[in-house]
């Protein structure tokens, strides 16, 4: 699979591999309502959506219940949501499964019916996309803390795809461009870099 530049991320010509439709309530339903995985208008209206959620937490007040808790990721942002940070299990399970190129599991479906009865039991695209905030916070997060207490600045997730004009899948490299760029450049930017600020101090201590 060719790799190309982050320069790619801007070009309107490039866009995320497309996912199918899929019924509510498992993580194909997931992949279909998120704002990571789609384009257009529905990618506007999801981002929308994500970004209204992490405009009511506080980057500084995240980062000092990090530095506080020193848990992991998923926990404290969940608790910032006004979820239990007990869901971290589910959304680890849900997240092996979340990206279009991996297989779903039925322990990863049966996880992500639970995450929606926590969310309120409506699986609709703001449930759906507050889920996806929890799970692309997991591994991520917890990649950055990692690299970041070893010293690394190699992006926590290394490379993203991209449909060519042609149609051929590409692959597009993030060194330069860690949290991505263009439309769909990280909502969570200031969240994810305050979450691993202060568990990096927990772990200091």
Wanted: a negative charge; charged letters at 20%.
């Amino acid at each position: 699979m060719p790799l190309l530049s982050h320069a790619v991320l801007t070009d309107p010509e490039f866009l995320v591999p497309p996912v199918p439709d899929s019924p509510p309530g498992g993580v194909a339903w997931l992949r279909s309502s998120v704002a990571r995985f789609s384009s257009g208008a529905a990618h506007r209206r999801r981002r929308a959506l994500a970004e209204a959620e992490l405009a009511s937490v506080d980057p500084d007040a995240l980062r000092l219940r990090a530095a506080e808790r020193g848990d992991g990721p998923v926990e404290v942002l969940a608790e910032a949501l006004g979820l239990p940070p007990a869901v971290a299990g589910d959304v680890a399970v849900v997240a092996a499964s979340y990206q279009p190129h991996t297989a779903v599991t039925e322990e990863a479906d049966r996880a992500l019916a639970r995450l929606v009865e926590v969310c309120g039991g409506v699986a609709d695209e703001a449930t759906a996309n507050r889920i996806g905030l929890l799970v692309q916070a997991c591994d991520a997060t917890k990649a950055l803390v990692a690299h970041t207490v070893a010293g690394r600045t190699d992006p926590p997730v290394p490379l993203t795809r991209r449909v060519a004009p042609d149609g051929t899948l590409v692959e597009v490299g993030l060194a330069d461009e860690p949290f991505g760029a263009g439309p769909h450049a990280c909502p969570g930017r200031a969240h994810a870099l305050a979450l691993a600020a202060g568990l990096v101090e927990a772990t200091a201590r």
